[in-house]
């Protein structure tokens, strides 16, 4: 069955970094497009960022843009999210997700 594990998550001043990770079995990790989302508290689930099967085409929110990168390792069954200059607005659970399914999250908090 799907497995979708994320980890990386913290504490961490504005204008701090994390590199989200999130690890892939039983399905076959380089033929699916990967997303991260998140849940800020008192608000649904948003999309943050789409990768391709390859890596190459990448779609961004706009309140992420220019400050987290999305990646991949299709050897290693693993995505990644890496965030800078991160801002207060920027804490949420941050949930990886292949179709339907989801992992458990990690949490991300901003703040001074």
């Known amino acids: 069955q799907v497995q979708l594990v994320e980890s990386g998550g913290g504490l961490v001043q504005p204008g701090g970094s994390l590199r989200l990770s999130c690890a892939a079995s039983?399905?076959?990790?380089?033929?699916?497009?990967m997303s991260w989302y998140r849940q800020a508290p008192g608000k649904e689930r948003e999309l943050v960022a789409v990768i391709n099967t390859f890596g190459v085409g990448t779609y961004y929110a706009d309140s992420v843009k220019g400050r987290f990168t999305i990646s991949r390792d299709n050897a290693k069954n693993t995505m990644y999210l890496q965030m800078n200059s991160l801002k207060p607005e920027d804490t949420a659970v941050y949930y990886c997700?292949?179709?339907?399914?989801w992992g458990q999250g990690t949490q991300v908090t901003i703040s001074s």
């Open positions: 039983g399905f076959a990790f380089s033929s699916h497009g």
């Open positions: 997700s292949e179709g339907d399914s």
